[in-house]
């Protein structure tokens, strides 16, 4: 399933510091992009998304990066907590009457105290 | 219940036998999904319903596998002569409508020995 490449596959990142997993794809006809949370022993959450109409969307510390002419988008995690210590998969999904989601092979984010 | 529900959360079976799995999605959610997680993978798509039928069955690897939704809430995933390949954690999510955002349950993980 080559349509979506995330990237890296592992992260260690400080205290405080700044996160960042980056998602290409191939497929034009995804319209919705959403980056999901997954801790060890749970299903996936919903972090945040983002549509093609805008280049970028901020909740908190979490901001996505959309960058349609390059088929890319990127998560960012501000003020990195250890608590954000998790697998981040990107998940676009196909517009119409399409309902899956094309998940990533996911990043293992590890922050350190 | 305030989530999707999952049973069983773990299940052993041996190859060749035949498991179900059931999902019980978030009350008054029309859409169900079921989705397939193997070791430090994303999850893959099997299969989504609206309502009580399936309206997209595309990612079923094969005949083995077969899931339904009769009354339009509870869904079970069924597989036949289980293999060892089939060993995974197995996904399943509901949304309210065919725009809302997945709500993803805590999974089942069958392990094929």
């Known amino acids: 399933q080559q349509q979506v490449k995330q990237s890296p596959q592992s992260l260690i990142v400080q205290k405080g510091g700044i996160s960042i997993i980056n998602c290409a794809y191939e497929n034009t006809a995804f319209d919705y992009f959403p980056w999901y949370q997954q801790f060890p022993g749970k299903g996936p959450a919903l972090l945040i998304a983002i549509r093609p109409d805008v280049s970028e969307k901020k909740e908190g510390r979490f901001t996505i990066s959309f960058n349609k002419s390059a088929k890319q988008f990127s998560l960012h995690i501000m003020d990195s907590q250890p608590g954000d210590s998790a697998t981040y998969f990107c998940a676009p999904r196909v517009g119409g009457s399409a309902r899956q989601l094309t998940f990533g092979s996911g990043t293992q984010l590890t922050v350190l105290p | 219940g305030a989530g999707v529900s999952q049973t069983p959360s773990n299940k052993v079976t041996e190859k060749g036998k035949y498991v179900e799995l059931r999902c019980d999605p978030i009350?008054?959610?029309?859409?169900l999904y079921w989705y397939r997680q193997s070791l430090g993978q994303g999850p893959e798509f099997l299969i989504y319903?609206?309502?009580?039928?399936?309206?997209?069955d595309s990612g079923l690897p094969n005949d083995r596998f077969f899931a339904v939704r009769p009354e339009g809430s509870v869904s079970t995933l069924k597989i036949q002569r289980t293999e060892r390949g089939d060993s995974a954690v197995y996904l399943c999510?509901?949304?309210?409508?065919?725009?809302?955002?997945?709500?993803f349950g805590s999974g089942t993980r069958l392990t094929v020995v």
């Open positions: 009350s008054g959610h029309t859409a």
């Open positions: 319903f609206q309502g009580t039928g399936a309206a997209d």
């Open positions: 999510a509901s949304s309210p409508d065919r725009e809302g955002g997945y709500t």
